[in-house]
DNA sequence: AGCAAGGATACCTGGCCGGTATCGACGGTC
DNA sequence: GACCGTCGATACCGGCCAGGTATCCTTGCT
């Protein structure tokens, strides 16, 4: 199977509709219908059920979806990677991936401490959205990664564990739990007059808080007194107006890691986590 | 990138010799020379140094290679699942596999439990030689594996544990040994005149012992008086001629988890993990 | 110098990809 | 129920590129 097929049977699972699919992909709908039929041939079965009105994936065409996904981001990881190991010298060596305003202290430790190693590469650090690291390491636009068990997916990946942490409520200053010296989950469970917050990707919690995407929007809305969260002790290195912190005694524990793909060979990346596990 | 450029470039980089690539291909040199070249100048630099009399890969080269292992991998999951999914009928909806000759006991229970959920699909067994397991899980050959931590490499794939448990030393019955009631990992560093067993793959442990591929194997070389080695107490359900067990009370605790690719969303492989985790 | 090995280049051919035109099946509408 | 719009399938054609053969060129060995 090429590539091109996997790609054009993605596009069509997607919109499941051949010529959206089509325009898509920059050709014509003709070539697409031809494809797939030929795919199907190829893989003994029906991938797609063409109703009147529309298409449907056949099981077969789920499992495909599924896999094919993941094989275009092994190959696209593939290709940038190598591109990036191009010695067209300009380029960072390594591309490290972290929520945007999570774990900065342990960062810069991070970074300091690699820099000092012999052998060095550049790092060029890259802040992204929740929930973005998983899918940037499987498709190459990273080679490594920041990460917090529970909250994120590490499944595929390969981790070793740096920090271990409580948890912090984030609540506005002016609230009155924002005095307590501590707290418990049981307090969180229902704020008055306070939405806890949701985060995308995150099995939906149907909190009926806003979602965020950043954290400067996150101290924003707290301290807007619109909303609460609860987040990593490493967090207070933060202050921010209007703004309060207290430790919740009884949360969950938060777990710092590192990631990288699984089959790397990277010299480079090796250094770096060993660098990160010495800290 | 194509999935044919990919598998081109992986052949001359295991070959490091265009023309024996070109033949295990089933091509002739001069298309795969300008293939590569095509593919080094997409990428922006070279992959290979040509040498006189001789191919070596840079460093780019090294990187394309692993990861053009892992998406050809992908890839060709893909296409085997697919067409394991495509309603033929005939055809086992999931593939297990296990190292041949371990876990026997767990893995009947488990295949039991399985068989008798509401809307079990067709299992078929698979039995391997060590460390295949992940290649299998990887390529598609099988959609989810027993495997036992730490001794096998479940580097990228999602796990649960289902039975943790002790080690037992696998000795000649006419070992002196043999009639004691316990054994301690300092009595086994260095058994007189008996070499322990090394497995394939495992870090190449430099033990003098014979390689083993199997358990037949095993059993046969320990009954012989030529080898001792160290198994999960659950080995000492299969009796055998000649051999003793004895446990070793201080040795690493093995686990053994069920494993599957991180991407799968196949139902009932799901069925199947949870009826392994409810054993 | 001659030769052999091995990768690169030149050039041709055929298959397949992608395009346009058109068909055919199905549904909604008046 | 005739008409029409939507959408995927089919027919056919043209151009590109993969792959083949022949040959060159560099290199190392004798």
Redesign the interface.
């Known amino acids: 199977?090429?590539?091109?097929e996997?790609r054009y049977f993605v596009a069509v699972a997607e919109e499941l509709h051949f010529s959206r699919a089509a325009q898509r992909l920059g050709i014509a709908q003709p070539p697409l219908s031809r494809a797939i039929s030929q795919l199907e041939r190829r893989?003994?079965?029906?991938?797609l059920e063409r109703n009147s009105r529309g298409v449907a994936l056949?099981?077969?065409g789920?499992?495909?979806l599924?896999?094919?996904?993941?094989?275009i981001?092994?190959?696209d990881?593939?290709?940038r990677?190598?591109?990036r190991?191009?010695?067209?010298g300009s380029e960072p060596g390594l591309v490290l991936v972290s929520k945007a305003g999570a774990a900065s202290e342990l960062l810069t430790k991070l970074l300091d401490a690699y820099a000092a190693e012999p052998g060095a590469v550049k790092v060029e650090v890259d802040l992204c959205g929740i929930g973005e690291q998983g899918p940037r390491l499987r498709d190459?636009r990273a080679d490594v990664a920041l990460l917090h068990r529970p909250f994120d997916v590490i499944?595929?990946?390969?981790t070793e564990e740096l920090l271990t942490e409580g948890q912090v409520a984030v609540l506005p200053s002016s609230h009155p739990f924002a005095t307590r010296s501590e707290l418990r989950m049981a307090d969180l469970e229902d704020v008055p007059g306070l939405p806890p917050m949701s985060w995308p990707g995150a099995r939906a919690q149907a909190g009926a808080g806003p979602e965020i995407r950043d954290s400067t929007q996150l101290y924003q809305l707290v301290g807007l007194g619109r909303a609460f969260t609860i987040l990593p002790e490493s967090a207070r290195a933060e202050q921010h107006h209007g703004v309060a912190t207290v430790p919740v005694v009884d949360a969950p524990e938060v777990t710092t890691v590192i990631a990288w793909?699984?089959?790397?060979?990277?010299l480079a990346l090796a250094a770096l986590v060993r660098a990160a596990t010495r800290l």
Chains 1, 2 share one sequence.
């Open positions: 199977m090429e590539t091109r996997l893989l003994g079965g029906p991938l056949t099981e077969a789920r499992v495909l599924a896999e094919a996904r993941a094989a981001d092994a190959v990881a593939a290709e990677r190598t591109r190991a191009t010695g067209d190459g499944d595929g990946l390969d793909p699984p089959h790397s060979r990277s």
